[in-house]
């Protein structure tokens, strides 16, 4: 039935609005976005970098696993000073000695291969510390991609309670005008029968053109409002739009002023779960583990190593001499020229700086929180007197026009009585929207409520 009547309006309004009308939901209008958005694809593969960045973190306190193979080419005359002594011993000894036993100490194509593995033991936290800022970035990343997924759907909501006011008020003028040309068309007649002064009749030609240039604006803030919700899906098809979730507004009786939280309440939820706040204090915590690292440059450092190696000969062939060597390399940092000194305090510094942008980001958003929270309310508030004022108006109206029947009234009564209806439906329109736009503003802060 819902949808019936959503088709028979668009078949009505359609010749007026002059083009083919794309019937969009702010569901369809919302995946779009999502769809389209390139800031949220580009905060999407931050999400799948970071992963990686958890990984990196891990294999930095792993082993390190080595295989090196060099080959290296001597002059002759090197090769022959070092093999002098081999030669000699040969001579002396040579019944005595197996030459394949007893290699040349060079060679003019030297190749060597060794395998090394490297294991870090303690680095002055280094690892550990590497790990939890891994981890702390990954969840800033997560969180901002969350702040930016709430930001698209404010600017969707928007956008399209924007649409939903232009499209509403276009259908205002319209219909303003066309009553308007109907009194014309009447009065035109009554005037020529000598009914009417030629005055009665000039006003309803002022506040014919009084609608038409009405219904112009109308129509050009609606193609701005369809502009605008195009830009926010990504897709600039230059179409024109019948938002279908409009009817829903219109019967929609919430009371958008009295059945809001307390503002304490809100506040002290969006303290527990809110993005913007937890991104902040997780910022914090990023310049104290950079505190960690710079410290580590005072601390001793350990590491093992182990060797395997074939014993270098002419050819690629790992069939050599075969050593191996393990060993613990100690290291302590003695004097850096203050270098380290430096690194540390402005780390601390660093802190204190972040410490200051969090104090002062909270107390900005609990600022922008109060403001959107009253904003709700004053919205809501103008919606309920619109609608009460738009109630009376019509009944005026009705009056107006049968006591004008009458001759009781004047043309210029009637025409007032019409003004303020029309001025009450189009206060009645925006304070709507206006509420509704208000609270898609106060969910971005606080969450759904």
Known sequence: ????????????????????????????????????????REAEWEVKSSRWGMVRAVSDALPKVTFTSSLTRTDDETVGRQNIMRDVILQEYGQYIDPDEFPPFAYKDMYSSHISIDQPIYNGGVEITALRIAGKRKRVINLTLETQKRALILNVQTAYFTLCR?????????????????????????????MISEVDLLRWEAQESSDQAALIEARNNLKLAELSLEQVMGEFQNQSYYPVDLTQ?????????????????LWEEMQNSSPDLEIMDKSVKLEKENVWIASSNFQPKLN??????WEADNDWELDGFKTWT????LSMPLFSSFGNVARFQEA??????AQE?????????????TASYNGLRAAGERLKAGRTMLRQSEEVLSRQGKQY?????????????????????????????????????????????
Not at 304 to 309: D, G, K, L, P, R
Not at 326 to 329: C, H, K, L, T, V
Not at 359 to 364: A, H, L, P, S, V
């Open 1 to 40: 039935m819902r949808k019936t009547a959503i088709l028979l309006l668009i078949c009505w309004v359609l010749p007026a609005h002059g083009q083919t009308l794309t019937p969009i939901s702010l569901e369809e209008a919302t995946a779009k976005a999502f769809e389209n958005n390139p800031t949220l």
């Open 166 to 194: 232009a499209y509403r008020a276009y259908q205002l003028q319209e219909r303003s005008l066309a009553v308007t040309k109907g009194y014309l068309e009447r009065f035109g007649r009554q005037k020529e029968l000598g």
């Open 249 to 265: 507004y219109q019967a929609d009786d919430y009371d958008y002023s009295s059945s809001l939280p307390q503002l304490e309440e």
């Open 304 to 309: 093992f190593n182990y060797t395997y190696s």
């Open 326 to 329: 393990a060993g613990i390399n």
């Open 348 to 353: 601390k510094i660093n802190v204190k700086k």
């Open 357 to 369: 942008q969090a104090i002062d980001y909270e107390t900005g958003l609990y600022i922008r929180l």
């Open 405 to 449: 029947e009458l001759g009781m009234i004047t043309t210029l009564e009637l025409l007032d009585a019409r003004t303020v209806t029309e001025r009450a439906e189009l206060a009645s329109i925006n304070a709507l929207f206006d509420a509704l736009i208000a609270r898609a503003q106060l969910e971005r802060l606080a969450g759904s409520f």
